[in-house]
T-cell receptor, first 113, second 111 residues
Framework: EPEVTQTPSHQVTQMGQEVILRCVPI?????FYWYRQILGQKVEFLVS????????KSEIFDDQFSVERPDGSNFTLKIRSTKLEDSAMYFC???????????FGEGSWLTVV | RKEVEQDPGPFNVPEGATVAFNCTYS??????FFWYRQDCRKEPKLLMS???SGNEDGRFTAQLNRASQYISLLIRDSKLSDSATYLC????????????FGSGTRLQVQP
């Protein structure tokens, strides 16, 4: 079964450092998402991406965050200057069609120290 | 009112029991509804979509009540492997807009 893959699975970084989380969505999918989940809390939407541009973003997704689809397969989330409160599991997701079944990657666990 | 609200549980039930979870949502115009399952420190996995007429998948039954703005999940004949957190997920604003997750209901099935 095709799946969304994410790297790294776990990253520890110092506060203020830049982090790039990588995702390879399912190959024929058109819509891509980043969600995050702080330990013990609910899954929260960050940003959606379609047709090479951001289609929606939450208030969490401030100027410190950016997304890119540098080639036909990768979808990246960059955090420019990490803060302690950025520590969370970051899930990439993709879907083929309009807002329905969304498939999640296994997540990248980010720890900011 | 929270956008998507669930009882956090935990629900502790014996194997073979029937258990039901409810979830309420804030936007009456919401179009798409789902139940996801999440194991500890893993990604959410789609359990089932919820259709207006209600739907069943094996031991799992989902219902939608638009008038009261709630959805439900019924699990029959609980198995130990059903132990997980069940996430109520709603596309509150339609189209390819973001999904909104509830905080989840934790289920622990005991032998």
């Amino acid at each position: 079964e095709p799946e969304v893959t994410q790297t790294p699975s776990h990253q520890v970084t110092q506060m203020g450092q830049e982090v790039i989380l990588r995702c390879v969505p399912i190959s024929n999918h058109l819509y891509f998402y980043w969600y995050r989940q702080i330990l013990g809390q609910k899954v929260e939407f960050l940003v959606s991406f379609y047709n090479n541009e951001i289609s929606e973003k939450s208030e969490i997704f401030d100027d410190q965050f950016s997304v890119e689809r540098p080639d036909g397969s990768n979808f990246t989330l960059k955090i420019r200057s990490t803060k302690l409160e950025d520590s969370a599991m970051y899930f990439c997701a993709s879907t083929l069609d309009d807002g329905n079944t969304i498939y999640f990657g296994e997540g990248s666990w980010l720890t900011v120290v | 009112r929270k956008e998507v609200e669930q009882d956090p549980g935990p629900f502790n039930v014996p194997e073979g029991a029937t258990v039901a979870f409810n979830c309420t949502y804030s936007n009456s115009a919401s179009q798409s509804f789902f139940w996801y399952r999440q194991d500890c420190r893993k990604e959410p996995k789609l359990l089932m979509s919820v259709y207006s007429s209600g739907n069943e998948d094996g031991r799992f039954t989902a219902q939608l009540n638009r008038a009261s703005q709630y959805i439900s999940l019924l699990i029959r004949d609980s198995k130990l492997s059903d132990s997980a957190t069940y996430l109520c997920v709603v596309n509150l604003r339609g189209g390819r807009r973001a999904l909104t997750f509830g905080s989840g209901t934790r289920l622990q099935v005991q032998p």
